[in-house]
């Protein structure tokens, strides 16, 4: 399956480089560019960025791995990306992944059979006032307690 | 502390406070304006450097003389780098000023890009803060399409424009070299300094790097005067409003403005409404999870500046204040925060990628109920390994190219030092009897 920007985004990403002084400085714009429109990084998809941006496709993938929000894979429709640090692991950020994994039957790293959800633990989401917190795509929500997380995922089944 | 009327967060919850209109009618873009047309570049590094505002990403660093590092007469760009990578665990100020008063923060650019020639500045912000971002686009082009940003801004002959750069999950890159390599679209390995960015940052071009706080009190500094700032606060070496942020064990956790060198004890029983289920307080982590913790009996009487708690044995750095109350595990503490720097670990340099492995593993292992009591030494000579001796009279000894590695080792060890107790309630010698 080869990859192609939609002409908007085409038109987003000729705008980037016109904007930024260096080529190879619209890397990580470009690679969000694609994930969103993708969902992930697959290898045709670094294929194509690469020659966009004038690199090898293993340069590319050189900064693709080093970046947690890249993936190479597909992921739920939904990612709930539960913090686990510090302050969100006070306020009880385990028993709510318990409550996610009990809830829909996956384990931390797994997706559920249907596609929907994509459940993991991940480090500071800089949003320790308001623990715990799960970001869920683009959003936080935050100051979760188990029936908030219920309703919350409710709303999305 | 009673008459302080905050400065930064005074339009906090107002509505259509993130909207250029609502910015306007109160003071919005003033400053810019008079730092543009009316002062040289010179003029406001000086006005900078004699107020003393200090770097609030967390180092401290006097921020006009940073400025003052930028080569004048080379013919290279120079480049403004707003740090919005936000991500010391127990911190969370940069984002509030984003969501509620983003124009401040572009102003605040505005006037750091006229001090140090600029004409190209990013706000690099950490990839999640996906609303963020689009509230800042937002307000750029509000701004361009007011003649503030763009080709000859406020009528001058001065062209600025910024562009949002968003990061992608990673930690390191809130280090300032790491954010550069970053923003040329590579891994983001920090770099061996010098040269420094000043010297050579973004593009081998002349950077400076500033965070989002530190920014937004510029505008207030160029309206109301270097002496107006020197006079806020507890002590002249420290001074100005700042954001501490209070999480953990208190009955209100949130950002509070505060003036530089506020008792702590203040903002965890007055501001923060003390230990949540009023239950006694154990240790206080005081600036962001890099910093080593400090015992209820270590901050009586602790003021919350820069050489204030530096001279305590830990540091502001942040201002990200987890507050722990007397029930809290310190193994479990010192376990996750471990972890987490393990994770963040860029892995460039083998101390600090293997250092914090061993350790993760060490500790989960006392979290099992598995620690041997060899292991308490063992833990100290790993983090000498990664951090160096640590004598704060003297600066860091650090083994590895950032301070990443200080910043895992100072607070593990603080952890084993002062809570060795509760580490050998784990041994698994104990378990067994």
Known sequence: MSFAFTPERKRLFKELVKRYPDKRSVTLPALHLAQEQEGYLGRETIEALARMLGSAPSTLMDTVSFYTMFTTRPRGKYLLQVCQTLACSLAGADQVVDHISKRHQIKVGETTPDGKFTLLKVECLGSCGTAPVVQINDDYYERLTLDKVDRILDKLA | ???????????????????????????????????????????????????????????????????????????????????????????????????????????????????????????YIRGEFVKEARLLETALEECRANHMLGKGIFGSNFDLDILVHRGAGAYICGEETGLIESLEGKRGWPRIKPPFPAIEGYLKSPTVVNNVETLANLPHIILNGADWFRAIGASHDSPGPKLYCLSGHVKKPGVYEAPSGIELTELIYELAGGIKDDRRLKAVIPGGSSSPVLTASEIDGLKMDYPSVKAAGSMLGSAGIMVLDETTDMVQVCYNLARFYAHESCGQCTPCREGTTWLTKILRRFTQGQGRREDLDLILEVTDNIGGLIDFSLGSYGKTICPFGEAVAWPVRAFVQKFRNEFMDYLVEDAVA
């Open chain 2, 1 to 123: 502390m009673n008459d302080f009327q905050p400065i930064l967060t005074k339009h906090v919850g107002q509505p259509g406070s993130a909207t250029l209109d609502y910015y306007l009618i109160h003071e919005g873009y003033q400053a810019a304006r008079q730092a543009i047309h009316e002062m040289t570049s010179d003029a406001v590094i000086q006005v900078v450097k004699d107020s003393g505002l200090q770097g609030r990403g967390g180092a401290g660093f006097p921020t006009g003389v940073k400025w003052s590092f930028i080569p004048r007469n080379s013919r290279k760009p120079k480049y403004l780098i707003n740090n919005a990578d936000e991500s010391e665990p127990g911190t969370f100020k940069d984002r509030l000023l984003i969501n509620h008063n983003p124009h401040q923060v572009i102003e605040g650019m505005i006037i750091a890009s006229k001090a140090i020639d600029c004409h190209l500045a990013f706000i």
